[in-house]
Structure formats: C-alpha cells, structure tokens
C-alpha cells in the first residue's frame, strides 16, 4: 500500500471521528432542551428593606389636603409613622404617579414626574423600621403600594425607629428621584368608564367626565 493512500485513509478517518463527535453533541444537547434565554428568566421579586421611602404625587385639587397631612414636616416618630402611612393610603387612589424603594443616601429632598402638570403637589415618607418592609416591583400600581403602606401602618412602636414626611421639590434634573405614572385600572377605589376611560370613584354610578352611566 503506497504512502499516499493510506495519508488519504487516515485523513478520512480523522474526518469521520470529527464528524462522529459533533453528532453526538449535537444529540446531546437537543436532549437536554433549549437552552434558557435572557426573556425566560423570572422577575426578580421587589427587594425588602428596613429604610424605604414611598413618594406620590397629586393633582392640585389634592393639594390643600396633602398639605394637611404633612403639617409641619420634620422628622417622626411610631405612631406618627404609621398615622402617615395610613392617610397616605387613603389618598393613594387620588394619586398620579408614584415611586416606593429602598432609601439611598437618606430622604429625597426632589422628585420628578416626567409629563407630568407642574401645579401638582408631591409628598415623600421615608420610615426607618426594626424588620424589612416589602418595597414594591411595579411603581405603576397604586394598590401594590397601598399594601405596603398598610403594612408600615400595621407595625408598633418598637418597630420603627422613626421616619419623615414632606413635600417635595419639583426638580426635572438627573439627581432627582423619578416618578411613573399610576396605571388607571390599578388604582385602589377607582373604576374605569367603558366609554371615555376615565376613571372615577368605585361607588360612583355616573362617569364625571363623559356623564356616562354605569352598572354597578
């Protein structure tokens, strides 16, 4: 057998081990299924926090009795925590646009809620507590956010080391905390108008935008 004849057949060998092996992972990795990508990969849950600060923002209507909730400002203690995050959620369902997370760096002292009508009013609670408080995944759902209040406002003294409530400078530049827009349906006491898709207090029987009627 010439020299170059078997070259030829080892050379052939080598491709068919190749060709083999290739196979083989080929079948071994449509066994295992596909693989994860970037888009199945689960929503990482809100992160839990001892220092968290819940901002929202109001209509000028909203403004005298947001004022009245704040009073004088300054620093809180327990039950004044908890007496602030509750009247927070009974005014959450008048609210625009919200943020909740974890405090950085202490109390915002400015917010911004792009397009947003600059005649709003915009109130922050930052609460500093014993136990970590749920923070809140969607800041697009009011009703998310008025749960964690509640929870602040179910806490006792011996739980929250204090905490702040005042109103915010609106300020559009970078280093301010931003506000997004509260989804309508996700409102707490609201209902949506099938015909304009205003939304209007839940007890109500009549849209105030369109007049509408409807079912209750």
């Not at 959620?89 to 002292?109: E, K, L």
Request: net charge neutral; hydrophobic share 40%.
């Amino acid at each position: 057998m010439s020299v170059t004849l078997i070259a030829v057949l080892c050379g052939a060998v080598v491709v068919l081990g190749i060709v083999f092996a290739a196979g083989v992972g080929f079948m071994k990795k449509s066994s295992a299924g596909p693989s994860p990508s970037r888009g199945d990969a689960p929503i990482a849950a809100a992160p839990r926090a001892r220092e968290v600060t819940f901002v929202m923002r109001f209509d000028a209507k909203d403004k005298a009795y947001i004022e009245g909730i704040v009073g004088s400002g300054g620093p809180l203690m327990g039950a004044q925590v908890r007496d602030a995050a509750l009247n927070l959620v009974r005014a959450a369902g008048d609210a625009t646009h919200a943020f909740v997370g974890p405090s950085r760096g202490g109390p915002p002292v400015s917010a911004r809620a792009p397009s947003a009508d600059p005649t709003g009013i915009i109130v922050a609670l930052s609460s500093n507590t014993t136990r970590p408080l749920d923070t809140v995944g969607d800041d697009t759902d009011a009703t998310t956010i008025a749960d964690a209040l509640r929870e602040l406002g179910a806490m006792r003294d011996d739980q929250i080391r204090g905490g702040t409530l005042a109103i915010l400078a609106m300020d559009p530049s970078a280093g301010s905390v931003t506000l997004v827009p509260l989804r309508k349906e996700a409102l707490p006491g609201q209902q949506i108008c099938p015909y304009c898709a205003s939304s209007f207090p839940a007890y109500e029987t009549q849209c105030g935008s369109c007049g509408a009627r409807v079912k209750t």
